[in-house]
């Protein structure tokens, strides 16, 4: 079945920072990948939608110049925090969407809980 | 906007007992409907999903889901709970065919008594 990585799994930076945060499909090619975030004992929020190729198209309240989108190539999107503060500390988790398996189904990565302190 | 309720925050079910965890769904078409299962600081497991066709939808780990037009629903059933299915579930949405991120319901959380 497809696999979606992410790495790192967990990762602890210091306020002011930026971290980088990569979601890859091994085994197929993702036009499209998603980004969640899920705060402690909440549900998932979809953060934005990646296509490979073009820009990101962010949800209503994420803020684009913090949570920077790149989607390069068909098997690798990124997420970087800049100037991560304390609210920022979540549970990061991507999806992408195999076209040719039909489209309709989204494949989760493990996710990447980050710490800022 | 579709929305997704999930109205049990917490269920406590004895082990051996029979599950229903309840989902219902706003949206002004049939979406694409899911049940993932999340453990502790672990990643989503798809438990089962419906596009179309029988709505009787079978799924890993014992657990069935049945889609309810008129009652816009779409609840997951187990016969018999063991222990290790205590986790949290998430029904989730998907009305964009697969172009859209999914919306997700709030989840519930299962506890599972010996």
């Known amino acids: 079945g497809a696999v979606v990585s992410q790495h790192p799994s967990r990762v602890i930076c210091k306020s002011g920072t930026s971290v980088k945060i990569e979601c890859r499909s091994l085994d197929f090619q993702a036009t499209t990948m998603f980004w969640y975030r899920q705060f402690p004992k909440q549900s998932l929020m979809l953060m934005a939608t990646s296509n490979e190729g073009s820009k990101a198209t962010y949800e209503q309240g994420v803020e684009k110049d913090k949570f920077l989108i790149n989607h390069a190539s068909l098997t690798l999107s990124t997420l970087t925090v800049t100037s991560a503060h304390p609210e920022d500390s979540s549970f990061y988790i991507c999806s992408a969407r195999d076209p040719v398996g039909g489209g309709n189904e989204q494949y989760f990565g493990p996710g990447t809980r980050l710490t800022v302190t | 906007a579709q929305s997704v309720t999930q109205p049990d925050i917490h269920i406590t079910v004895s082990e051996g007992a029979s599950l229903e965890l309840r989902c219902n769904y706003s949206?002004?078409?049939?979406?694409?409907l899911f049940w993932y299962v999340q453990s502790p600081g672990q990643g989503l497991q798809l438990l089962l999903k419906?596009?179309?066709?029988?709505?009787l939808v079978q799924g890993i780990k014992g657990f069935e889901a049945e889609f309810k037009r008129s009652q816009s629903s779409f609840n997951l059933r187990k016969p018999s709970v063991h222990w290790s299915d205590a986790a949290e579930y998430f029904c989730?949405?998907?009305?964009?065919?697969?172009?859209?991120?999914?919306?997700f319901g709030k989840g519930t959380h299962l506890i599972i008594q010996p």
């Open positions: 419906y596009f179309s066709g029988d709505t």
């Open positions: 949206y002004g078409a049939t979406p694409y």
């Open positions: 989730a949405v998907d009305s964009g065919g697969g172009a859209d991120g999914l919306t």
